[in-house]
């Protein structure tokens, strides 16, 4: 760059030296003037654009903070200390709730664009089978799992553990102390100090207490509470287990099955399967914003993975050491929106996970197909045959974050079916497929 400005500021020396002289020609004599009768056409230049101006002075300005570093090659711990303070620099305007652009990727495109065939990132909830969009995702379970206690206060209870507790860990220990509970109670009938939990006992307020849900799931299987004398001290409270849930044993331990298998309620993935017609847009993707919004946790994981090329500087890198790096470079998607084309051109759209399996497009394709018994391959761009038993994910075969895939039947199978005089049906969708099938446009 500087040599760049040196460059500049000679040719503009040259220039306003005026006009040269051949060799031939003495000093004195000078270059003769133009004929005023002879017209002379100058083009006015047009000055440069705010732009340029802009980049110009940021060009000059780094060059000015490098120039007293100009004296020699820079050392291996002088250009680690220089990325890491542009890191932290970076981190910083990342943290600020006012930093723009700290969400989502810049220059996203309007979703009024022409090939923007998908309108976002949808969610269905297990529940009550509702479509819900990122920010409505958790607020929906909480309300629908609230109101689950009006019908099953024993299955609620249990959802709201699971879900309302975000900490695994801390589930897990609080779940297995409730099944020893109820373990003791199953293994020991007759004892009547296990039919009874003190609620003050340090183990119950440090694994059980401290997890939303428990209260309400020890009501719902049967236990009240109680004011109980303690020799030596005061009434304390129980939990106590009633008559009626003593005489059922079998419903306790079916229960604790049901709380130890149990697992968070999360909103599902919307495939948002839809159909079009051949098109030549069928390699187009226009993605809306939701496929590049980045969570608090991605930004960190993206601010960790920058730092550690630091570390990258001084070494050399092999070739796996490259392709990691790519693959790591395609893990910043959430997800991915994949379209296979048929052999009649029709085209199939769904939106996926950029970490699930390629034997969940599989599933996806082999849904919608009439003949669905039949087996099939999926080809990418590059020709590459996918594999259903690969245990891939979609950026880890470069599928994100979209693709086009070439669908045709196998081969072997579609010899054995013309052999047997057989045909396969012209259309290779479902009917109820087809008769919403679109136009890409």
Known sequence: MKKFFQEIKADIKFKSAGPGQKLTESVGEKAPKEKPNQPVFRHSRQGPTDEAQMAAAAALARLEQKQPRARGPMSQDSIRNQVRKELLAEATVIGSPDAPGTNMVPETKEEGSIH??????????????????????????????????????VAASIMKIHTFNKERDRVKLGVDTIARYLDNIHLHPEEEKYQKIKLQNKVFQERVNCLEGTHEFFEAIGFQKALLPVPDQGPE??????????????SLERHKEQLLCAEPVRATLARQRRVFRPSPLASQFDLPADFFNLTA?????????????????????????REKEEQRELRKYTYTLLRVRLPDG????????????????????????????????????????????????????????????????????????????????????????????????
């Open 346 to 441: 029709c085209l199939l759209q769904g939106t996926f996970y950029a970490r699930e399996r390629v034997a969940a497009l599989y599933m996806f394709v082999r849904e919608a197909l009439q003949s669905d018994w039949l087996p099939f391959e999926l080809l990418a761009s590059g020709g590459q045959k996918l594999s259903e038993d690969e245990n891939l994910a979609f950026n880890e075969c470069g599928l994100v974050p979209s693709a086009l895939l070439t669908f045709s039947w196998d081969a072997a199978v579609l010899e054995d079916i013309r052999a047997a005089g057989a045909e396969l049906d012209s259309s290779i969708l479902k009917p109820e497929l087809l008769s919403a099938i679109e136009k890409l446009s």
């Open 116 to 153: 923007l065939v998908v309108p976002g990132v949808y969610f269905t909830c297990p529940l009550t089978g509702a479509i819900l969009r990122k920010d409505q995702r958790e607020t929906h379970i909480k309300e629908a799992i609230l109101s689950h206690f009006s019908t099953d206060p």
């Open 237 to 250: 409270e129980f939990y106590v287990l009633s008559e009626a849930a003593l005489a059922q044993p079998q």
């Open 297 to 321: 946790e991605e930004i960190k994981r993206e601010q960790r993975l920058r730092s550690e090329a630091v570390e990258r500087l001084s070494v050399l890198r092999t070739k796996a050491m």
